[in-house]
């Protein structure tokens, strides 16, 4: 519990890889990514606090000057204490699909 009128500061660190290879009108793309909160004030350990991985593959092909199609799956895990308060575990990993379509006009 936090008290009232508390200035709280979110301290966020990442690191990632990222790894793009073309074929003709494809192009895959992969990325890694490490990630980490922190509440400052805060007790020890803080609800607040959080420590995950996440991993993207995407592709994406403009065979057509004007048209883009692209699919991107995402994978995250992270642990966090918040999650305990919805009645979730700790340790968490998800998943998220996502297909889009640009047009342009110039």
Known sequence: MVARNTLMVTKFQSAFLL???DFDDWRFTVRSN???TRETPAATPSLFSEDGAAFTAALSWTGIE?????GEVILIGNRRL????????????TSQAQLSARYSIN
Do not use: I, K
């Open 34 to 36: 490490l990630f980490q």
């Open 82 to 93: 918040e999650y305990r308060n919805d009645g979730l575990p700790v340790q968490l990993t």
């Open 66 to 70: 004007y048209l883009r199609l692209a």
């Open 19 to 21: 790894a793009s290879m």
